[in-house]
């Protein structure tokens, strides 16, 4: 009897632990089912909230995003037209009358270099060759306003180079477009920049560009750009002195004028040699003992590869 109190005593136990333990977990599933549901609950309440919220700015936010509009375009509009100070344009289309004030203009320059001791070659043409040549046609009226821009940019460049005292004006070249159709490149289109040659040759000699083939948009603003550019090329004999000249005058000048690439060449030393002499206790005077300096620097071949931007007027689209 003894014995059989001891064991239901001990499946007493046993069976109130395993009913203790049930209960934990049955109390533990109870609470973490009623956390999730909590914060399921915080999560459609958040996820109505988002689709209750109206999606349209607010007409503070419209107001403010329209005066950023406008004084963007202010900004812009002023950075254009500053861009745009001092550049040339033309409207002219009578071939007869370009004719005509192409060798005005080339009457002009001659003169300006011959006022200012600049040497150039006998009937220079500035780049329009094929205009001063025995029976040669007259443009299309289509290029005659960028013909027209093209020649007033070379007397402009003439004039800077002849202010700057060059000692000669060797050549000088345009992109050549006449003849071919007006196409409208991207804003991204390659310039007219040509590798340097293995030697400097007289640009007479060379084409306008790398394939000989005019560039018809040279000038062209395209329909979704800004800005078009002419491309020239120059090269004169200058001082070192000269050349610092020019480059602050195209800096410092109205035009938009980036210049592209300068190829500079010297025939001569940097310094001089002086002879030995026989008696040493013969004086030398200051100038004769100089081997190097301004003051015995002689000319060097110096090209210019440079354009010269031309951007849209504010408003205009056409």
């Not at 007006?182 to 293995?198: D, E, F, K, Q, T």
Request: glycine share 8%; hydrophobic share 40%; charged share 25%.
């Amino acid at each position: 009897m003894f014995r059989k109190n001891i064991l239901l005593g001990v499946f007493g136990v046993l069976g109130l632990a395993v009913l203790g333990t049930a209960s934990y977990l049955l109390h533990r599933g109870i609470s973490a089912f009623s956390s999730t549901q909590k914060s399921l609950r915080g999560a459609e309440r958040e996820l109505t909230g988002y689709y209750a919220r109206d999606p349209f700015p607010s007409p503070a936010n419209v107001a403010r995003e329209l005066r950023n509009t406008e004084m963007l375009q202010k900004w812009f509009a002023e950075m254009m037209t500053a861009l745009a100070e001092g550049q040339v344009t033309s409207s002219e289309r009578s071939p007869s009358i370009f004719v005509g004030e192409l060798g005005r203009s080339q009457s002009r320059m001659e003169a300006a270099a011959k006022s200012n001791g600049v040497d150039l070659a006998d009937d220079f043409a500035f780049g329009f060759d094929r205009y001063f040549a025995a029976g040669s046609e007259l443009p299309p009226p289509d290029d005659v306003p960028r013909l027209t821009e093209q020649l007033l940019l070379v007397e402009r460049l003439c004039n800077l180079l002849f202010g700057a005292k060059v000692a000669r004006l060797v050549g000088l070249t345009r992109e050549q477009f006449e003849g071919g159709s007006v196409s409208r490149p991207s804003p991204a289109a390659p310039s007219g920049l040509r590798p340097m040659p293995s030697s400097l040759r007289p640009l007479t000699a060379m084409p306008a560009e790398p394939s000989g083939a005019p560039r018809a948009g040279a000038g062209v603003i395209p329909d979704d750009g800004t800005y078009g550019r002419y491309n020239f090329a120059v090269e004169v004999i200058a001082t070192e002195r000269v050349l610092r000249e020019i480059l602050n005058r195209l800096a410092s000048d109205e035009l938009f004028v980036v210049v592209n690439a300068l190829w500079v060449r010297k025939d001569q030393a940097d310094i001089k040699r002086i002879p030995q002499r026989d008696d040493a206790k013969e004086v030398m005077y200051k100038t004769d003992r100089l081997v190097s300096g301004p003051q015995l620097e002689t000319p060097i071949q110096i090209r210019l590869d440079l354009d010269v931007y031309k951007f849209r007027e504010v408003g205009n689209r056409g």
